[in-house]
């Protein structure tokens, strides 16, 4: 039996950032004002991000969630020789943060299911490892794969009880909630990114936020240059000219003109993830049935998924959907994969002796995983070309 026909005059790349008028307007208006760094937009956008999450925590405006995560890794006290719990299901800024401490990645293995760390999981992972090493852990960093929240209250209680700190690493959970609690108030810092093809975009852009007034003051400090008041403070107060510095810090802060960016996605932040959540809807309910194919999971009821990717799910395994990646991109469908885990990254695998054996809830989810376009602006059209693409490009990848 022959492959169906695709209608080919439908391109569909992988991600198109979602830029309306409003958002041109508002970084025209920081262009035009004169003041370019970090000044009374960042200090807007902090405030309306503070209030998205309900309110009662800080957040600090970052040049990215690499710079969020290094930010609270280091407020919280992690330093030489600790070792520092992340999922081998990320990216690498998860766990390179640690290495700029002095510290080192505990790399523990994840639900295949889901992508994400278990309180189980983690715990069976540290009771297992020799003295000194399992004393030295010292913070516990959560990743929600895709935008769906990890069992927040669960790892937050484990790590509670075993005195470790909780940096979350959201760079794909904005919006996103656990048990109706917005991702971003379970942690002591959580890290979200505004990267070009994040939920909200800055282009390059992150935010820190966290309920502890202490490691929000370290924060402020060490975000830019261990200074002891922020730019817009040192430019505009009338001695302007002093300033101490307390600390070798970081040049992490925000510009303005990123700053405007978000504040004005920020007001669609949740038009734009149900959008998101929709075609993945269409997505599942049309690749459901597929024989070989597993759609990704959904939300828990009381859960909220962002739904940065639609990662589904490739039984044959990884020839097949390296080869199914391929016919996607001559159907005009742009996949790609998420993520080469980090006991893969020869870095990583070399320096902790990573054998792939020890993961393989990020072996299998590596092996069979393809990201399908997902972006708030995609068309009718475009949803029903990838769907009906993916079952030809399969046919063809099977060969
Ligand atoms: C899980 C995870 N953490 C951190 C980052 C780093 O984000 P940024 O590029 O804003 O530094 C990424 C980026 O893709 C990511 O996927």
Known sequence: MSAPAVTADVHVPFHVASIDDDDVAAVVEVLRSGWLTTGPVAAQFEQAFSAQLGGEVESLAVSSCTAALHLALEAVGVGPGDQVVVPSYTFTATAEVVRYLGAHPLVVDVDPRTGNLTAEGVARAVDELPQPIGSAVRALVP??????????????????????????DAAHALPAARRGIPVGRYADATAFSFYATKPLCTGEGGMVVTRHAALAERMRVMRLHGIDRDVFDRYSAPDRWRYAVVAPGFKYNLSDMAAALGLSQ????????????????????????????????????????????????????????NRLVRELGELGVGASVHFIPLHEQPYYRDSYGLEAARFPGAARLFDQEVSLPLFPGMTEAQVERVAEAVPVALARARG
Do not use: I, K, N
């Open 266 to 321: 920020l007001t669609r932040l949740r038009a734009m993830r149900d959008r998101r959540a929709e075609v993945a809807g269409a997505y599942s309910a049309a690749l459901a049935g597929e024989e070989g194919l597993e759609v990704p999971p959904e939300a828990a009821a009381g859960d909220l998924h962002a739904w940065h990717l639609y990662a589904l799910r490739v039984l044959d395994g990884p020839d097949v959907r």
């Open 143 to 168: 990743v929600h794969f895709a935008g769906l929240p990890c069992e927040m209250e669960q790892l937050c209680a484990l790590a509670e009880s075993r005195g470790w700190a909780v940096v979350d």
